[in-house]
């Protein structure tokens, strides 16, 4: 619950934050394994011991001076980026309308952009592929940034998320003057802090580790994302699962950092209903 | 900023009509916008699609495959490169290799999305179980016409055939690959065993297994992912038997016979006595690093291949390779992979791709043959798919190793190429080994649904034959 | 508002859009025959609406919209994945039906979305209510099961793998130190689909906490503030307050679970990586069996007559869930 159960630190608190913390660290102790893996040599690597007999920092090294990958890196994190602030925009933008506004056929129109949530990349990978190439954004940032920033989860969510809003807040706005925008802007972004912030780190996480759009839409290598790099580690008859190991290690910090980050905003609740 | 309409939109703008409110006009906007776009999406999807290239001249061919460049292993991946260069600097049409990561090429979507989208690669290589699907597709060139006949010759037979149809040539195999058994001479000390002790029968396999589990070890190890690498690793126990997928006109199935049943029970029998593990480490049963040399299992049944990963990543580890057990009164035989090159009939310019792929694998120059050589005993571990390349290839010594020495001349006569089938058999076969071997079915019923099912499809399977 | 009167004798009358009142009635704005107004308040509202929700519903008009109409009506084709087209009419639909293949994987499919979705939603809740709480370095305990969701599926499928393997895997060895039996949890037939699920609830549940978190934000405290005044205890404010104010984020959660675990890629991805549908088949979702068809099989409009069977069926289930729920609005919005 939102709100403390006491203000005293007895026992009953000490047995909750005790199984919280076994718990948390039970559900991410196997990918302990997959930070010891990165720090052991290929011949190591599914030997059960977690503690490498000789660890080594050759796995990073090789990952970061064999392949361009901090150019990697980057090109994903400016795809990500973007897709995650543009798509942030557009998507509390029409949350807030099916959520707060009235208009024709709103519904209807609705259910219609949830039903493009009910089908995966897979199926509508080939009409998908033609009609980007048709536009001309086949190997270049375009065709990598562009389709991604449409989903309908964003704007389910965000919808779900404005209907909870009061709506005495936006009805007092509109009673002082404001305008639509007015309303959006002032008010209901700054409120949805904890869902835009939740939804930011799911964008940006699920396009920094995107890998069959980037994969099929670009032949140029300087294009790789860092998810199509790592699958280059695989070979046909060995994978040099040490590498994939020491790179997905790296991958992983900037998003667990993000999420550190932002989980402030998360759990900020509406102080106050508004009405005072 | 969204403000009170009236001040942003002008006065003249509103229409006559009731019904046709500001936003209706902008609904009808996008309805309209979006008619356009679907009528020239769909009129553009469902023509016959490649951007007509055939006014203009093509300047680049491009080459998918998953070595080069920028893959794992240095040496093949300059291969290509070497390969490539060697044309471009004496051609006008160039070549450009593209790198698709590996387990992409083979069971994603790239490939594919490429192809059903008219893009398709103008050269890439194909394995045996694929053939069928490209050459049903229509997309695979005849090369015979662009290769001399001493050339044609020059490949081995029983390498060729599955990729010949009508005694045409349709690709180019770069590479053999022959299945056989290898085992830890570690693991071997351990358990009190020597090389006399090498099993020859399945009964001697299972009984040398079953010494050789203890611990955390087991005594022997086959595929048991679904897959194409799983029916290929099959096949052969089914032919020692003399069994086969389907009869030799390729029209009814043969898979119903003892040769089947025996080698389905062979693989269901090696997991239930515990000799045999269900799950592999690694990236599949074809990684001897992470399972031989790791000591996960004390034999492994892999190919050729698995000499020039053990050079590579496990210098050390101590090895013994022998051909595959038989069954009684069995045949030996044992199968061979390979990939092969092949040029797209409905790319940018066939003609020059099959050209390309001839005068890098299929000419009797000297060039063409040292390339054989180099890719099969130096990038590669493989024997040669052509005589004059496996001649010489000895003679530089890349067969003086025991273990390739084995391959070239016990295990590779006896056999038999990667069957080619389309996917449907293919399907059938897979799972009626992973009834058989996972799901404890009974090899008999197994091998007669099986059987039924590529009975049918046959029955009504109009592509080239069955190899 | 700045209303600026225009001479005009129109009656405005609301357009009316019949299919709301199945998916949640509004209320009418009545006309104003008299004053002559056009820019309404409820027509300036919808203008605003439409401005509002037009860079997304362009954008997925184009880019998933019409593909998705494309890949679907491929059904009545028959694709050779070079360029060959020829229309069969309901005949990939015929052979859908009768295919043991694709009834067993709808089997699995329905088995898989009966145990995630209610798993996930536990999962996701409870994890969200304990780190709700104000617990020391509450801040790491929530990174820490967030955790494997940030790490991609081929290190997560490996890891699995390595864990649960036969004998040596690390759930084995545990197993087998507290003298149980070890089994091969993803090698037998029996077993594997449960493995998966397990997999897939420890990969996703950091997620699902992370709406429930959000949707829990928006709970006032003054409800839990006055209720604890009442003297309610923790199982009550739980009941009456926390549950039903969460509807919103239940119906997303339930709906967005259920969606995903019959077509999304988070089901596809996981299987493709551990087990590729086996052993023997007990792990083949229907969208694996889909994607199978298409990209190993080359029939892709066999793989989209099933494509839209599943489109259909969830496309029902969602129109049933909004009719429940008033468009998923409660009684709130």
New interface residues.
């Given amino acids: ?5 006491s203000s005293g630190f007895h026992f009953g ?1 000490w047995a ?2 005790l199984s ?2 076994l ?3 039970l ?2 102790s ?2 302990v ?2 930070i010891s893996a990165a720090f052991k040599e ?2 190591e ?4 011991s977690l503690i490498p007999q000789h660890p080594t920092l050759e796995n990073f090294r090789y990952v970061f001076t064999q ?1 361009p990958f901090i150019r990697y890196i980057l090109n994903t994190f400016f795809i990500a980026g973007t897709i995650t602030v543009v798509a942030l925009f ?2 509390s ?2 949350g ?39 536009l001309g954004m086949v190997n270049n940032y375009a065709g990598l940034i ?2 991604a ?5 964003g ?3 965000l ?7 009061p ?1 005495e807040l936006q009805e007092a706005a ?1 009673i002082d ?1 404001a ?4 309303i ?1 802007w002032n008010i209901m972004l700054p409120l949805s802090r ?2 835009l ?2 939804l930011a ?2 964008f940006f ?1 699920v396009n920094w ?1 995107a ?2 759009w980037p ?2 839409i670009t ?1 140029n ?1 300087d294009l790789w994302v860092v ?2 790099a ?12 040490n590498y ?2 020491a790179a ?1 290690a790296v ?2 910090l900037p ?2 950092l993000l ?2 980050f932002f ?2 905003e ?8 508004g009405l005072k | ?4 309409p009236t001040t942003d939109t002008p006065q003249d703008e509103a229409p006559a009509n009731p019904l046709t409110t500001g ?1 209706m006009t902008r609904r009808e906007v996008i309805t309209t916008g979006g008619k356009f776009i679907v009528a ?2 769909v009129s ?2 469902f023509s016959p ?1 490649t951007i007509n290239v055939k006014a203009a001249p093509v300047k680049t061919l ?1 080459f998918w495959q ?2 080069a ?5 240095g040496t093949q991946s300059k291969w290509f490169e070497d390969c490539v260069k060697a044309w471009n600097a004496t051609h006008d049409v160039k070549v450009e290799l ?7 090429y083979m069971s ?3 490939l ?2 490429a192809f ?2 008219g ?1 398709g690669p103008d050269i890439f290589i194909i394995s045996p179980g694929d053939f069928l699907r490209y050459y049903n597709g229509g997309v695979l060139v005849d090369l015979t016409p662009y290769m001399e006949e001493a050339a044609r010759n020059d490949f081995f037979p029983n390498v060729m055939e599955t990729r010949i149809v009508d005694g045409k040539i349709y690709g180019l195999p770069m590479e053999v690959e022959p299945m056989a058994m290898y085992y830890s001479v570690k693991a071997f000390q351990e358990a009190g065993l020597s090389e006399a002790d090498i099993p020859k029968t399945w009964d001697q396999f299972l009984e040398i297994a079953r010494k050789l589990t203890k611990g ?1 070890r087991f005594g022997c190890l086959f595929e048991t992912g679904p897959g194409y690498y799983q029916t290929f690793t099959w096949y052969p126990f089914m032919w020692q038997g003399s069994g086969d997928i389907a009869s030799s006109d390729g029209k009814k199935s043969a898979f119903n016979s003892p040769g089947t049943i025996q080698a389905l029970k062979f693989w269901q029998d090696a997991i239930q006595q515990n000799v045999a593990p269900r799950n592999f ?3 599949g049963a ?6 031989l ?2 000591g ?1 299992c004390a034999m492994q049944n892999l190919g050729i ?2 000499v ?2 053990l050079r ?3 210098k050390d ?1 101590e090895y013994g390779v022998f051909p595959l057990p038989l069954p009684p009164n069995g045949q030996a035989k044992t199968i061979f992979g390979g990939w092969a090159f092949v040029a797209n009939a409905k790319g940018k310019n066939p003609e020059e791709a099959a050209k390309f792929c001839v005068s890098a694998l299929g000419s009797m120059q000297d060039d063409s043959i040292q390339r054989v050589v180099d890719w099969c005993t130096k990038a590669k571990s493989d024997v040669s798919p052509r005589k004059s390349a496996l001649e010489k290839a000895t003679a530089e010594g890349g067969y003086s190793s025991a273990a390739m020495k084995l391959f070239k001349d016990e295990i590779f006569p006896t056999g038999r190429g990667e069957p080619r089938v389309p996917p449907e058999v293919y399907k059938a076969v897979s799972d009626a080994i992973q009834a058989c071997q996972l799901g404890g079915a009974d090899p008999k019923q197994t091998a007669e649904e099986a059987s039924q099912r590529i009975e049918s499809f046959l029955a009504g399977y109009t592509g080239a034959p069955l190899r | ?1 700045k209303i600026l009167p225009r001479a005009s004798t129109r009656t405005k009358s609301q ?1 009316s ?1 019949k ?2 009142s199945a ?2 009635g ?2 009418h704005q009545p006309a104003h025959p008299q004053t002559g107004v056009f820019w309404t308040r ?1 027509r ?3 203008l ?3 401005l ?2 037009l ?3 362009l ?2 008009l ?7 109409l ?3 009506s491929l059904g009545f084709f028959s694709v050779d994945g070079f360029g060959g087209y020829k229309f069969v009419g309901l005949a990939n639909y015929n052979r859908m039906l009768h295919d043991p293949l694709f009834l067993k994987s709808l089997w699995v499919t329905v088995v898989y979305v009966l145990i995630l979705v209610p798993g996930l939603y536990v999962t996701g809740l409870g994890l969200a ?27 997560v499928g ?3 793998k ?2 649960l393997i036969d004998k ?1 895997g ?1 759930v084995n ?1 545990l197993l087998q130190f507290l003298h149980l039996p070890g089994r091969s949890w993803l090698g037998d037939p029996n077993l594997a689909l449960g493995a998966i699920l397990f997999v897939t609830i ?1 990969f996703l ?3 699902y906490m ?2 429930f ?10 409800y ?2 006055a209720a ?1 005044i009442d003297g309610a205890g ?1 199982w009550a ?2 009941t009456k307050i ?1 549950l039903p ?1 969460l509807q ?2 239940s ?2 959660v339930l ?2 679970s259920t ?1 995903s675990a019959v ?3 988070q089901a ?1 991805d996981l299987i493709y990586v551990m087990t590729k549908g086996g052993p023997a088949n007990s792990t083949s979702l229907a ?1 694996f069996y ?2 199978e068809q ?2 190993q099989f080359n029939n ?1 409009g066999y ?2 007559a099933m ?1 839209s069977f ?2 259909i069926i ?2 029902l289930i ?2 049933a869930l ?1 009719a429940l729920t008033r ?4 009684h ?2």
């Fill in positions: 619950m939102s709100a403390p159960i608190r909750l934050f919280t913390a718990l948390a660290i559900t991410a196997p990918l394994w997959m290929p011949a690597i599914f030997n059960s392949l557009f998507h933008m029409a807030f309308a099916f959520a707060r506004l009235k208009f024709p056929g709103r519904d209807l129109i609705f259910l219609s952009i949830f039903s493009t949530f009910l089908v995966s990349l897979p199926v509508i990978i080939v009409p998908l592929f033609i009609l980007v190439q048709r562009v389709p920033i449409f989903n309908a989860f704007i389910f969510l919808r779900q998320f404005y209907l909870g809003i709506s509109i003057g305008s639509y925008w007015g959006y904890p869902i912030s939740a780190v799911f996480l580790n890998f069959l994969l099929t032949t290598q998810q199509v790592i699958a280059s580690f695989q070979n046909q008859y060995s994978a040099s699962w994939i190991m997905s991958v992983a998003t667990l999420f550190f989980q402030r998360l759990v900020e609740s509406i102080k106050t209903t | 900023m969204l403000d009170s936003s020239a999406a553009s999807t699609f491009s998953f070595y460049p920028g893959g794992q292993v593209q790198y698709v990561p590996v387990q992409d994603g979507s790239k594919q999305t059903a989208s893009q955390n480490l690694g990236g074809w990684d001897v690093v992470a399972n040399a790791s996960y291949w698995g020039a990963a590579e990543t496990a580890f | 508002m357009v859009v299919s709301d998916l949640g509004r209320r409820s300036k509202e919808a605003a609406a439409f509002f929700i860079p997304d519903s954008g997925l184009i880019f998933v919209g019409i593909p998705m494309l890949a679907l209510l304990l780190v709700s709480q104000k617990l020391p370095l509450i801040a790491v305990w929530r990174s820490l099961f967030f955790m494997p969701y940030v790490v991609s599926l081929v290190v490996l890891t699995w390595v864990m040596v690390f060895s420890w549940m950091g997620y992370i709406i978190l959000s949707g829990l934000q928006e709970i006032p405290r003054e839990y503030e604890k923790s404010m739980f926390t104010l919103p984020t119906f997303f709906l967005v969606v077509a999304g890629s596809f969208v889909i994607y298409a990209f892709y793989a989209a494509a599943l489109v969830l496309l969602t129109i909004f468009g998923g609005r409660f709130l919005g």
